[in-house]
């Protein structure tokens, strides 16, 4: 299913070049046709076409993101592994309290501050959801630190490298492989909230984006290919994340 | 669930069922956003519609009739020294504050000083040099220069306050009390409900200026579809802005609907240090763009008609009757126009400009996404690349001139009184032309300013509107339309240069007193 | 037990409890300080937005410094900063120059809406997804569970401003039961039972959006709880003398079920109070979090300090209440 979903976000990304510009017409408003697959919104621009280059913007930057989450949290709970008892608790109590704090906040304010782009967005919501995983990374990787083969390789002399290279990411990795597939999911989730209340760049089309324009036209017939292709664009990506996650043996649910 | 439904049925028509005998019936006006602040001078919100329901309990010395013509309001005669240098007003005797205190030029006098004191966005006393009661009823008004647009343009904006109630303010901004409402118009506040932005004010029956039309006015925030069924089911009177394209569903419902072009126009500025400093480029871009197409794409349902190159718009009594270049669509004379200032169409016939390729930055106010984003299509479509921004007003607003951009799409005012033309001119506001060119524009509308007499304000402000369009200062490209829907209670229509300081509305308090 | 061991128990828990406190604290003051400098940050001042406006007139020079000064933002950073914090350490949040009022008097006028929201949608979700989570899981594989499980995955797959479109566009516009926005009509009654059922009235669909968005969380709570709870020998047991279904449900799962619930309850509020601030904007709901939304466009700085300081204490605090409880209970037992 990963591989399905890789190789038709590649083949979007390959294709772009060759599909239609998405650009602004007088067939303004028109319902689904066989001109217009998907109808037009309210400058004439294509639905069907919109939605294919919104899909690898949106996608894209739920994976970067979700990397950068993932990867921030393994590096502060690697931190708080090596470090001191003291040390590791004071990690540990702040991000507990920054775990307290709504990400819309902090989210509401960068995204007015800075209308973030692709690359800014990926930034963004990373760096606001890397903390929800810190206790379970945490957990890991203390686990793995305290196996007989990690401690019997230190005992030989293996430098701490080489343990971490050897033993202990294998060991952990289809539990990273979980946390972010749930990375991917909140993210996504947030970003589309961002972009909904018109808090992204409004020159990234995304999904979410796509829906907050749908919005003037909930009182008009329109809503029927302006809001529904997006949302159910956006609920299949979630769905698809969360049978992956489901299907995981290692996965712990959100 | 049956449960549920049938609760749900108690309770809509325990919610549905009218409160109110019809006698006394309030006149119900909507607004379809809430929230519009305290209805006093210092405390409402800062926006057009703000200040009108403001107006609604403050008079100013001057007032409009339904036509938009001068008026005597708290002042009942004035009169200019022939140097144009000293007003004299004359109090009407009337006059009463809602609490029942009389009206004297005493507190005129006092607002004119108290506001240089304590700035009012709405009124800028900078030509005022002195303002004296010489009587109870005689206030004389002395000015630094000339100023044609005193009567018109400030003494109509300007509310007066009450001294015995604002002398004791020192920081009027944070005066949002009951009393702060305090004023001598037509009706005054009695409830102020902010979380819902609901309004309830009633007649002032010693109003000096003829008689109240209805015990009680209320406004209230309202969706557009929820008002238009609350306007059939005779909850609500007067929809005050109702989107045009939704028009002809209360003309079919019954109720009447009058229109009108707001004036308040959307257009494409420049940076005039750019490369838009040389007009010749600014009118290829006029040739480049076809704004009939922009006007059909974004308007399907009459929202805009195609606005006016010399800045005044159809209707505006300040407008010389002669129509303005129209800058039809023309690629061929824009390409000829835009070669002999040196560009070339290189590779894949995009412009450029000395071996590189022509990027243009277009700035817009996130409210005209739909326009912009049509512009920059067209805009490719003749081979420039344009780079799009969309922005917030406030980040607009941060962008100076000369700064990194090349067309900035905005909307603006270009009603009320001409005194200010100037600073939508060449002031630096976002939504300001921000352009000064060889002067002439400026000269003209100093002109305009110093005349004597009307015909000659008249004479200047038509060869600036000529001069507007050859130069472009900025482009204008639609005017949206304005509508506002009512039953047979009032009688509705909107004012031909918008009311007061401009403001597009066909709820003006002049249509709800008996003259 | 002896005396000694309780002693030393208690200054644990006495320690632990400052140590939360303080590291709180420490977050707050990470809240405090960002957002005084992020919104300075932002393009774009109130002054400016205050005089956007087309109808403003060309203010002089001392006019505009004027205004400045009376929305305290005259003088360097400093100095503005010092100002705010003297401010707050007193306990005043600062007046809303957009508003013309201060900032706590819009915050507690808010507040009760958004606290109707929360409260109202918390047991909505939290019984429901007890019973149908404890429901799926006693026969967990079975036609109902796959069923329901399916069904709330998906649930759990639509994002909450999607649902909240979703129901307006369902109930308030095309079958239109519900209003679409505000939390009272136009004409609110003088009664109140009437005014307390048009408040219900415009509650049903934000609640419903909120709690449908919570839902499935508590559910695979439920449903794993359950199915493990099914399997041991005391309820087996139980099952086998013949219990009542509703004595089952409400001694033995439920009270296995509920610290887990409570547990849970602790982490999710962050994501409530996110969800909400959503939900309140789409129905324009009169809450913190359009006050938050509209104070961002406003460029309303006094306001959203205040408001987001009030937002993050009020969470810090409760949090630390619910830990501080929690931890005494874990100590008793």
Redesign the interface.
């Known amino acids: 299913m990963l591989f399905g979903l890789a190789a038709g976000l590649l083949l979007l990304l390959v294709a772009q070049p060759l599909m239609p510009a998405y650009r602004s017409s007088r067939d303004v408003l028109t319902a689904p046709g066989r001109e217009h697959l998907l109808g037009t919104n309210d400058i004439g621009q294509d639905v069907l076409t919109g939605l294919l280059y919104a899909t690898p913007n949106t996608v894209l930057m739920a994976l970067a993101a979700a990397t950068v989450a993932t990867a921030t949290a393994l590096i502060v709970a690697g931190a708080a592994a090596a470090a001191g008892a003291t040390t590791r608790n004071m990690i540990l109590r702040l991000v507990d309290a920054l775990q307290v704090m709504p990400s819309i906040l902090v989210l509401l304010f960068i995204g007015t501050l800075m209308q973030p782009g692709l690359a800014g967005l990926a930034l963004l919501l990373g760096l606001t959801s890397w903390h929800e995983d810190v206790r379970v990374a945490l957990a890991m990787l203390r686990r793995e630190l305290q196996r007989e083969n990690v401690r019997f390789a230190r005992h030989m002399g293996a430098s701490r490298t080489y343990c971490l290279r050897r033993h202990v990411l294998p060991a952990i990795r289809p539990a990273l492989a979980a946390l972010y597939l749930q990375n991917i999911r909140q993210v996504t989730l947030r970003a589309a909230g961002l972009a909904f209340l018109g808090l992204t760049d409004p020159r990234l089309l995304t999904w979410g984006g796509m829906m907050q324009d749908a919005m003037e036209h909930l009182y008009t017939p329109a809503w029927l290919w302006l809001l529904l292709p997006p949302a159910l664009a956006l609920t299949a990506f979630l769905l698809i994340i969360l049978l992956l996650i489901e299907n995981d043996p290692a996965g712990a649910r959100a | 669930m049956q449960i549920l439904r049938t609760v749900?049925l108690v309770?809509?028509t325990?919610?549905a069922s009218p409160?109110l005998p019809q006698g006394d019936k309030p006149l119900?006006i909507?607004d379809t956003r809430?929230?519009r602040?305290?209805l006093a001078p210092?405390?409402h919100?800062?926006?057009?519609i703000a200040?009108l329901y403001t107006s609604y309990v403050f008079d100013s010395l001057i007032a409009q009739d339904a036509k938009g013509e001068l008026v005597p309001g708290l002042a009942e005669s004035w009169t200019l020294s022939e140097d144009g240098l000293t007003a004299d007003l004359g109090l009407n005797p009337k006059a009463r504050w809602h609490d029942g205190q009389p009206v004297t030029a005493q507190d005129a006098a006092f607002t004119f000083s108290y506001m240089a004191?304590?700035?009012y966005?709405?009124?800028?006393l900078?030509n005022i040099g002195q303002a004296e009661a010489i009587s109870d009823r005689h206030l004389r008004l002395t000015l630094k220069k000339r100023d044609a647009g005193l009567f018109s343009g400030l003494l109509l904006?300007l509310p007066i306050l009450p001294r015995h109630i604002y002398s004791s303010q020192t920081?009027p901004?944070?005066f949002?009390s009951p009393a702060a409402a305090t004023g001598s118009g037509p009706y005054r506040l009695v409830e102020y409900d902010?979380?819902?932005g609901?309004y309830t004010l009633e007649a002032n029956p010693d109003y000096y200026r003829g008689q109240p039309l209805f015990d009680t006015l209320?406004i209230?925030?309202?969706?557009?579809?929820?008002a238009l069924q609350?306007l059939n089911n005779g909850?609500?009177d007067v929809i005050s802005y109702l989107p045009p394209e939704r028009a002809g569903d209360a003309e079919a419902a019954g109720w009447q609907v009058v229109a009108a072009r707001s004036g308040?126009i959307v257009k494409i500025g420049f940076n005039h240090e750019g490369l838009f400093g040389d007009a010749e480029m600014r009118r290829a871009l006029a040739y480049a763009l076809d704004r009939q197409?922009i006007l059909?794409?974004?308007s399907?349902g009459g929202e805009a008609a195609l606005a006016d190159t010399g800045y005044f718009q159809s209707g505006s009594p300040w407008r010389g009757n002669v129509a303005d270049p129209a800058y039809t669509h023309d690629p061929g004379h824009a390409t000829d126009l835009l070669e002999k200032q040196g560009l070339t169409r290189g590779a894949s016939e995009k412009w450029q400009r000395d071996g590189v390729p022509v990027t243009l930055r277009l700035l817009a106010d996130?409210a005209q996404?739909?326009i912009a984003?049509?512009v920059t299509?067209q805009l490719e479509a003749f081979g420039f690349t344009v780079d799009?921004?969309?922005?917030?007003?406030?980040?607009?607003?941060?962008?100076p001139a000369g700064g990194d951009y090349d067309l900035l799409i905005s909307s603006?005012?270009t009603t009320?009184d001409p005194s200010?033309i100037?600073?939508r001119v060449k002031?630096q506001?976002?939504?300001a032309d921000r352009y000064h060119g060889d002067g002439r524009l400026d000269t003209i509308l100093q002109e305009a300013g110093q005349s004597a007499t009307p015909d000659e304000r008249l004479t200047h402000l038509h060869e600036f509107q000529r001069l507007y369009a050859k130069e472009l200062p900025s482009l204008m490209l639609l005017d949206p339309v304005m509508a506002t829907a009512h039953n047979d209670r009032v009688e509705l229509s909107f004012m031909p240069d918008g009311a007061l300081?401009?403001?597009p509305t066909a709820i003006d308090k002049s249509a709800f007193v008996t003259e | 037990m002896t005396a000694g061991a309780i002693r030393i128990s208690g200054r644990t828990w006495a320690a632990a409890l400052l140590w939360g406190l303080a590291a709180r604290f420490a977050v707050l003051m990470l809240v405090v300080l960002a957002v005084f400098i992020l919104p300075r940050l932002l393009p774009g001042d109130p002054l400016g937005i205050m005089l956007s406006s087309d109808y403003t007139q060309n203010l002089s020079e001392s006019e505009l410094a004027e205004l400045g000064a009376r929305m305290g933002i005259a003088g360097s950073g400093a100095e503005q900063f010092g100002a705010w914090l003297g401010d707050l350490l007193r306990g005043n949040l600062g007046y809303s120059a957009t508003h013309a009022r201060p900032v706590a008097t819009l915050l507690a006028e808010c507040l009760p809406w958004t606290l109707l929201l929360i409260l109202g949608a918390m047991p909505v979700y939290l019984v429901l997804a007890a019973l149908a989570g404890i429901g799926a899981g006693r026969a967990a594989g079975g036609r109902f569970d796959r069923g329901l499980t399916g069904f709330v995955t998906i649930l759990a797959s639509i994002p909450p401003f999607v649902t909240a479109v979703l129901l307006m566009l369902g109930l308030a516009i095309l079958w239109p039961v519900f209003p679409a926005s505000g939390a009272l009509p136009m004409l609110p009654s003088d009664q109140l039972v009437i005014r307390t059922g048009q408040i219900a009235l415009h509650a049903i669909l934000p609640v419903t959006a909120l709690a449908l968005h919570e839902f499935a969380r508590f559910y695979y709570l439920a449903r794993g709880e359950a199915a493990v709870l099914t399997h041991r020998p005391f309820v087996l047991n139980a099952v086998a003398r013949g219990l009542p279904p509703c004595r089952l449900l409400a001694e033995y799962y439920g009270r296995n079920i509920l610290p887990t619930f409570v547990a849970r309850l602790s982490d999710s509020v962050s994501g409530l109070v996110s969800a909400v601030v959503i939900i309140e904007i789409v129905f324009s709901y009169p809450g913190i979090g359009g006050l938050i939304y509209g104070a961002i466009l406003d460029r309303d700085y006094t306001l959203l300090q205040g408001a987001t300081i009030a937002v993050a204490a009020g969470l810090l605090a409760l949090n630390w209440l619910i830990d501080a409880a929690g931890t005494a209970l874990a100590g008793r037992g």
């Open positions: 749900l309770l809509a325990v919610l409160a119900v909507t809430g929230d602040g305290m210092y405390v919100a800062r926006n057009g200040y004191q304590n700035p966005p709405f009124a800028s900078g904006a920081d901004g944070h949002a902010k979380a819902h609901r209320m209230v925030t309202m969706s557009t579809d929820a609350a909850e609500v308040h197409a059909d794409i974004t399907t996130g996404a739909r984003q049509v299509d799009l921004r969309l922005m917030e007003q406030a980040a607009l607003q941060a962008v603006t005012s009320g200010d100037a600073s002031g506001s976002w939504n300081i401009g403001i």
